[in-house]
């Protein structure tokens, strides 16, 4: 009976030794991976020369302020879009296009996600091609916002299922220019 109860005793203390030690590999494995994801994020930020590199797409890079306007105007209309980058697959916009003649207003806000697919093609006012992000808009109604890739300094929107009014439109009469 002696022997029974030391052998339950072991079993008992052996079972206690393999928790701690399954414990201390997960915690130290956690510990580990979320080492090794700080080193890979401070890799592509930095590079050999120190200079700061990001994967974040170029719209991201090449503007100090994350909050950027753009803006078409003609003698009859004025469509604003406020951009804000949540983060480098979606911005946050407020659309607003306006009829000056009408004294009407149309908005939309929401949140537009890019598939970070292929890029997607454009043409300026004078025919010439250029490649954009394409980021996309889909709960009232949809959206496309094509920012150019190379410059950021244009942008141009197509609308599917708005129900918006039609003197104050939210595609594009015209190419928005970075304000």
Same mark, same amino acid.
């Given at each position: 009976m002696v022997q029974k109860?030391?052998?339950?005793?072991?079993?008992?203390?052996?079972?206690?030794?393999?928790?701690?030690?399954?414990?201390?590999?997960?915690?130290?494995?956690?510990?580990?991976?979320? /080492?090794k994801d700080v080193m890979n994020t401070e890799t592509v930020?930095?590079?050999?020369?120190?200079?700061?590199v990001s994967d974040e797409p170029e719209i991201i890079k090449n503007n100090s302020s994350l909050n950027i306007v753009y803006v078409y105007e003609n003698d009859t209309l004025i469509q604003?879009?406020? &951009?804000?980058?949540v983060?480098?697959? %979606?911005?946050?916009?407020? &659309?607003?296009? %306006?009829?000056?003649?009408r004294q009407q207003k149309a908005s939309i806000e929401g949140i537009a996600k890019t598939n970070n697919g292929d890029a997607e093609? /454009?043409? /300026?006012? %004078?025919?010439?091609?250029?490649?954009?992000?394409?980021?996309?808009? %889909?709960?009232?109604?949809?959206?496309?916002f094509r920012i150019d890739m190379e410059t950021q300094t244009t942008m141009k929107i197509?609308?599917? /299922?708005?129900?918006?009014?039609?003197?104050?439109?939210f595609s594009s009469v015209g190419i928005l220019k970075k304000q």
């Open positions: 109860q030391k052998f339950n005793e072991m079993r008992t203390i052996q079972i206690v030794i393999f928790i701690v030690i399954i414990n201390f590999l997960f915690v130290f494995s956690c510990t580990t991976g979320n /080492d930020l930095q590079n050999n020369e120190g200079e700061v604003t879009v406020k &951009l804000f980058f983060n480098k697959r %979606e911005i946050e916009f407020q &659309l607003i296009s %306006e009829n000056k003649v093609i /454009d043409e /300026d006012e %004078e025919g010439n091609s250029y490649p954009v992000n394409e980021y996309i808009y %889909e709960s009232d109604c949809w959206l496309s197509i609308m599917e /299922d708005c129900i918006s009014n039609q003197y104050c439109p």
